[in-house]
């Protein structure tokens, strides 16, 4: 089932990943029901990438591991071009929306899409956030690094990727579990109908998805994507 956006509006230690532009690529879209924010009760997704050249170490079971960091911005799920999403989306296809796609374009398209991430540092009391600022296409020429990261995609409305949720960390299982009990019920929540994008949950974390964050090929980008 693909996870479809319009334009109609919808913890623990870590390292912030460094400042400056990166080669990325997405490996995790989440539908995370609906979120509270500061307009109201929200429709959110969080997208993640790894980071190739931001390597991570750590260990698990006593054996030393390495790999990407992980690095993810929480977003309202809308593709109006007002919208965080909808700026980043289109920044990195290099055009706009189709009207079709403005009726509902399918989030799970951009896995495995490779990128160039701006990242920007907030600072919130005595935590540095790491925040995605902008996304772009990779430079023609440039070949993007194969994917070491699982491919995490999650939505409770599909099956197959609804067994997808044993996979996420329990910070990421905590929000769906709660945002799809919001979305049980959505007369229970009031929304303005504003955007509230800029939430820092963008970390830097091991790689594979399969291990809980415990333990963490060059694309052929589809032309339905990168125009």
């Known amino acids: ?3 479809i956006s319009s334009d109609k509006g919808g913890g623990s230690n870590f390292e912030p990943c460094p400042t400056g532009t990166h080669v990325a690529r997405c490996v995790t879209v989440v539908d995370l029901g609906f979120q509270d924010t500061t307009w109201g009760a929200k ?5 993640g990438f790894e980071v190739p050249l931001v390597r991570v170490a750590w260990t698990k079971d006593d054996v030393e591991h390495e ?5 993810g911005n929480r977003y309202t799920n809308s593709i109006h071009p007002d919208s965080n999403l909808g700026k980043n989306l289109i920044s990195w296809r290099g055009r706009a929306f189709t009207e079709d796609e403005k009726a509902g374009f399918d989030l799970f398209s951009i896995l495995d899409v490779p990128c160039m991430i701006s990242v920007v540092h907030n600072i919130k009391g005595e935590k540095t956030y790491a ?14 690094t194969d994917r070491e990261t699982d491919i995490l995609a999650y939505t409770p409305q599909d099956a197959a990727k609804a067994g997808n949720f044993d996979k996420m960390p329990e910070w990421l299982q905590k929000l ?3 945002g799809h009990r919001m979305k049980d019920s959505p007369n229970e929540y009031k929304s303005d109908g504003g955007f509230d994008d800029d939430i ?3 970390f830097i974390l091991p ?3 399969g291990a809980m964050y415990a333990a963490q090929e060059m694309l052929q980008v589809s032309s339905n994507f990168i125009a």
Not at 43 to 47: G, L
């Open 1 to 3: 089932m693909a996870l």
């Open 43 to 47: 429709e959110m997704v969080y997208v």
């Open 67 to 71: 790999g990407p960091a992980i690095i």
């Open 131 to 144: 925040n995605i600022a902008s996304i772009m296409g990779v430079p023609k020429g440039m070949i993007a």
């Open 176 to 178: 769906c579990t709660e």
């Open 200 to 202: 820092p949950f963008a």
């Open 207 to 209: 790689t594979a998805y």
